[in-house]
């Protein structure tokens, strides 16, 4: 029978070690000329903190004060060119009157757009690299408008994005824009500076829409790829399947003979699905009811060479007991144990139902006590479900509603 836990006293949780930033050491002056004098021993004994007691690193100063003395000392003692990937990003703008060494486009701020303007002020022109660091570190701080007009800007000035930031900063549209902003952005950018999207733009689009249900506008950009003379991928096939196996509510419902014809087109295009793939076309499956022709799906995945995981042994065993198909549910069951795979939430708590629901409560206990050895649930979860089980149980026999 089963061990329920004598008590569930929460872990203490051990103590933290603070790490403080390293603190730089800055120069308080920079010397006229460099002599071969050996320097004074310095002590490693860390700065005295500043009166705010915090601990101050080069790179996060307010003003970059240090940074620009560092560069100023550069510039007034070096002779030769250094090598460009030595400077930082992180650095303010050069001097109004440069040196015969010029910085890299990688040496400006990015968090402004008309430091753009300064770098071709001071003889230097933007290129790729310059545009996509900028595009990206105006979208890590949610800056996605300053993004656009900044992209458009330097399109303007013979500076276009490639691929790769353009594609980059469609994605982040679509994840806080309407999907008419990221289609206007994408016809502006191709009809003023001929930049079309690519198959990888395709892919973004359709999975967003697939995310938010819409199957039909998700087609209707297949046909677009292929009008533009895209050949759909793997990824696109995959995307595809997903979102219809996610619809599954009433009317929005669609048979998973949809996601079928996808699977099948991809082999035939010599593209191997997927375990998530799969996973979703087996979950699609059950919803359906078909918990039996998810099983088949599952040999004939193993057959074809991809190894199910844990997801997709959870979500067949979870369909398989929705089904009352219990025989087939605990040789899973059986196989997943054998596996060592861990029960999810939803897999653990329908299995420890359905077999109540039977009257085979013997096994739920099991079921139970591999649920908390293996941990795949914490103690109080585990007993919580198998508790609010045996209640309802004993109600509905009193009721004559269960055996």
Not at 285 to 300: F, S, Y
């Amino acid at each position: 029978m089963g061990k329920v836990p004598p008590s569930f006293r929460p872990a203490i949780s051990s103590s933290l070690t603070r790490k403080l930033p390293l603190e730089i050491p800055t120069p308080n002056h920079i010397p006229e000329k460099i002599t071969k004098k050996k320097p004074p021993q310095h002590s490693r004994k860390p700065q005295a903190s500043s009166a705010s007691g915090k601990a101050k690193t080069l790179f996060k100063s307010p003003d970059l004060s240090s940074a620009k003395k560092v560069f100023n000392y550069i510039v007034a003692t070096t002779k030769s060119s250094i090598d460009l990937r030595f400077h930082n990003p992180s650095c303010n703008p050069m001097p109004q009157s440069p040196p015969s060494m010029t910085p890299s486009p990688f040496f400006i701020t990015w968090s402004k757009p008309n430091h753009f303007n300064m770098m071709v002020n001071n003889g230097l022109k933007p290129n790729q690299v310059t545009t996509d660091i900028a595009i990206r570190s105006l979208c890590e701080v949610g800056r996605i408008d300053h993004a656009v007009e900044l992209v458009k800007e330097l399109s303007l000035k013979q500076f276009p994005p490639d691929t790769y930031t353009f594609n980059f900063l469609v994605k982040n549209l679509c994840k806080c824009r309407t999907l008419s902003t990221v289609y206007g952005f994408i016809d502006d950018m191709k009809r003023s500076f001929d930049i079309k999207p690519d198959l990888v733009t395709y892919t973004i689009l359709i999975d967003n829409v697939c995310n938010s249900k819409n199957l039909r506008e998700a087609m209707r950009l297949v046909g677009v790829l292929n009008e533009s003379g895209f050949k759909p991928d793997c990824f696109v096939y995959n995307t595809i399947m997903k979102g219809y196996c996610m619809l599954s509510k009433g009317s929005e419902a669609i048979e998973s003979k949809e996601a079928r014809k996808y699977l099948d087109i991809l082999v035939e295009s010599g593209h191997l699905p997927d375990a998530v793939t799969y996973t979703s076309l087996m979950n699609g499956m059950c919803r359906e009811g078909n918990a039996l022709g998810a099983v088949v799906l599952l040999k004939e995945m193993e057959r074809k060479g991809c190894t199910p995981n844990s997801c997709t042994y959870n979500t067949l065993l979870h369909g398989l007991c929705k089904c009352r198909l219990m025989e087939k549910g605990m040789e899973l069951y059986g196989a997943m144990k054998s596996a060592g795979m861990k029960l999810e939430t939803a897999s653990y708590a329908t299995l420890v139902r359905a077999l109540c629901r039977e009257g085979r409560v013997a096994e739920a206990y099991d079921v139970f006590d591999y649920a908390v050895e293996s941990k795949s649930l914490n103690d109080v979860a585990a007993y919580s479900t198998l508790e609010v089980t045996l209640k309802w149980l004993k109600k509905a026999r009193e009721q004559g509603l269960a055996v």
